[in-house]
């Protein structure tokens, strides 16, 4: 998937556990949700984020590949564990902002591996990165951003 596709669909996900959890720093909670909705592209020098930190992607690109051990869903589980104690409502921001983009690469053809190394199956969709379907997704998810606003600001 597209970074920008990432981004808005961590920024639905950030509006819907903001009612769901009652989160009380709600600003906060929303960059985190975002920030960790592209983090785990970092394994990939020519993503957006691995552009902008390349000496850390080409280090991770270079020891893990791309979607290998930064799209399982250990590093989330990890970081969510240590967050958790530190602060609540930061643990549940980077699980869910770091599971919306697994769930979106699981939806691309190419898939991911979430249990890997430990275990190889792969699990993907049908969708294309950068096709008509990924631009039809990212427009659905828009307008759900839009309804998802109405809905609560309303
Ligand atoms: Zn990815």
Redesign the pocket.
Known sequence: ?MYYT?LAFGFLIALLSIEFFDIKNKLIFILVVVMFSIF??ID?KK?KIGKKYRWASTIINYIFGH?GFF?SIYIPLALYFIFYYINNEIGVAILAGYFS?LFM?ALTKNGIRPLYPIINKKINGFIKTNSILEKILFLIIFLSILYSLLLIYL
């Open positions: 998937m990432h785990p592209d990939e993503s979607r799209h983009h690469d």
